[in-house]
Every structure is written in structure tokens, then in C-alpha cells.
């Protein structure tokens, strides 16, 4: 699988270690940034993310800032992205499954490595189910966006 990953300054060291992770797994991972722990703004990132997904450039995206909510905000704003927070395993592959989320959003200064590594790997290991329960969901959430 194509991955998009990037973070703000705090997210930059749990950034790097899933870019490993993920391309130890085999899969590609377009890195936009940041590439340093210089302050920078959470909104810049969300953005690059959402637009790589967007433009076919990845498959999927994962994003990174302090405690995730911010980042996540931020990559919502943009239509067709579908990112949601998720520390825990069940919602980082009910995500996907249920709704297609198509970004996966960390908080660095809210779990750990290991934790962010059964995240990311229950993410990418999940799928959009298609039932007609959630495809139907999915249609409602896509009508959200046209009214905007």
C-alpha cells in the first residue's frame, strides 16, 4: 500500500518511527514533513496529508501532532477526507471498515510507540466493508460535504 504520513515538531519522532514501521512492512510511504523538531503548525501537515489521499498520490494517510485532536480538526476541513483520532485498535480499523476513514490521526503526547504500532497496523490491515448499512452512512456523510 501507498502511505502519506506526516506531523507537526510534536509528532516528528513518532512520525519517523512508523515511516519505519510501515516501510519495514513493505508498504511506500510518501513523508511530507515535518523533518525537524522546529516549531510548526499542525494545519500545514493536515493538509499535505489530506491532499496526497486526495490526489491519488497515497492510498491512505496518517497524521501526527500533540494529542491528535488539532491535526484532525484541520484534515477534516478538507473534502473527501475522512480522518478521525483513534487510540485504541477497534476504532483505528472500525474506522475503515464502517466508515472509510482514510486518515489515520496520532497524539504523540498521548500514547506510546508500541501503541502506535498496533494502531497503524490494524489501520492498514483494515478494509471498507461495503455493506449496505455503511455505504449507505457513507452517502449521508459524502451529502454533508455538498452542503457545505
Excluded: W
Amino acid at each position: 500500500m501507498k502511505l502519506v504520513i506526516g506531523s507537526d515538531h510534536a509528532g516528528f519522532e513518532l512520525k519517523n518511527a512508523m515511516g519505519d514501521l510501515l516501510r519495514g512492512l513493505g508498504h511506500a510511504v510518501l513523508d511530507v514533513g515535518a523533518f525537524n523538531t522546529n516549531p510548526s503548525d499542525y494545519p500545514d501537515f493536515a493538509e499535505a496529508v489530506g491532499r496526497a489521499v486526495l490526489d491519488g498520490k497515497a492510498e491512505r494517510g496518517v497524521l501526527i501532532c500533540g494529542s491528535g485532536v488539532g491535526a484532525s480538526v484541520a484534515a477534516n476541513k478538507l473534502i473527501g477526507v475522512r480522518a478521525a483520532v483513534c487510540h485504541d485498535t477497534y476504532s483505528a480499523h472500525q474506522g475503515v471498515e464502517h466508515d472509510d476513514m482514510n486518515v489515520l490521526v496520532l497524539g504523540s503526547r498521548v500514547i506510546g510507540v508500541k501503541l502506535a504500532q498496533d494502531l497503524l497496523k490494524a489501520y492498514i490491515g483494515a478494509n471498507f466493508t461495503h455493506e449496505e448499512r455503511h455505504n449507505r452512512r457513507l452517502a449521508k456523510v459524502k451529502a454533508l460535504e455538498e452542503r457545505r
